[in-house]
């Protein structure tokens, strides 16, 4: 995946202030709590043998694939899980990590294309939120990124993400165009859709202030791809995986055909019939 988020990162935080964190965090949480294997430091600590201890440190952790500038790994983290937070952009690593400084919390960061993921080690929870998985524009490199998931995950482990349909881009934002103005800059956001390949480009404008009154002009482009709820559960049950849920993102209702946003609660189930 290419270096999509480059000078965006430095305001990323400022333009995606509206971003729902917090009821992420909260959905995350209940669940892991409800589905899934990880603990968070509070739970796992005990009169544990070396073993368990080593079983719990790799069943407890949690990977924020796709992190972005670190917001809900800081999150995760506070809410007591040990956390990896994984982005190809090293512009928005160096933010994450800036956060990481700031707050103490000692959460890795992997500079890795989902595509490539590679950990140390199996871990209870993968999450990845803010349509990640949309950047993935063919459906082989998106299989092999659930493949890779379902690699890493423990027994029984969850992958909890989202994506935006075919219908969010084809009827509600392609073709629009979004901007808006800020004190230390300002964006115009141009959205192209390809009906035939699915293909939504994002040509981002942005207007950065450098100094004083000094502003730069700045371009990136972005290309998503749209996918329907059942292709994505067809992928997920090629990769070895069990779909336990998939709701409506925004409503947290069932999934309809003008749901724009789609979450997903997976399950690794081969390493758990092993005997």
Not at 21 to 40: D, F, M, N, T
Not at 90 to 116: C, P, W
Not at 126 to 139: Q, T
Request: with cysteine; hydrophobic share 35%; proline share 2%.
């Amino acid at each position: 995946m290419a270096e999509a988020y480059s000078d965006f990162a430095s305001v990323y935080d400022e333009l995606m202030d509206d971003t729902p964190y917090e009821a992420w965090r909260e959905r995350i949480v209940s669940l892991i709590r409800e589905y899934g294997v990880s603990k968070p430091r509070s739970e796992s600590k005990g009169d544990a043998t070396s073993e368990e201890e080593l079983l719990a440190s790799e069943r407890d952790l949690v990977v924020d694939l796709g992190c972005g500038t670190g917001t809900l790994s800081e999150m995760l983290y506070q809410e007591g899980y040990d956390v990896i937070g994984v982005d190809s952009s090293e512009a928005m690593l160096a933010k994450a990590m800036e956060k990481r400084d700031a707050s103490g919390s000692e959460i890795l960061y992997l500079l890795q294309d989902m595509r490539e993921l590679s950990l140390y080690s199996t871990v209870g929870t993968v999450v990845s939120v803010c349509d990640c998985v949309n950047y993935i524009l063919e459906e082989d490199e998106l299989l092999e990124v659930f493949s890779l998931v379902d690699n890493y995950l423990f027994p029984g482990g969850l992958f909890i993400f989202d994506f935006n349909t075919d219908y969010k881009y084809r009827e509600v934002i392609g073709d629009a165009v979004i901007a808006e103005n800020r004190e230390d800059c300002s964006f115009i956001w141009e959205n192209f859709y390809d009906p035939e390949g699915r293909i939504n480009e994002y040509d981002l404008t942005m207007f950065l202030r450098r100094e004083g009154d000094l502003f730069e002009r700045v371009t990136e482009t972005h290309l998503q791809r749209g996918y329907e709820p059942e292709e994505i559960r067809g992928l997920l049950e090629q990769a070895g995986l069990e779909v336990l849920l998939m709701r409506d993102a925004d409503e947290d209702g069932e999934v309809t055909a003008e749901s724009e946003r789609v979450y997903v609660v997976a399950r690794e189930i081969k390493k758990q019939s092993k005997p």
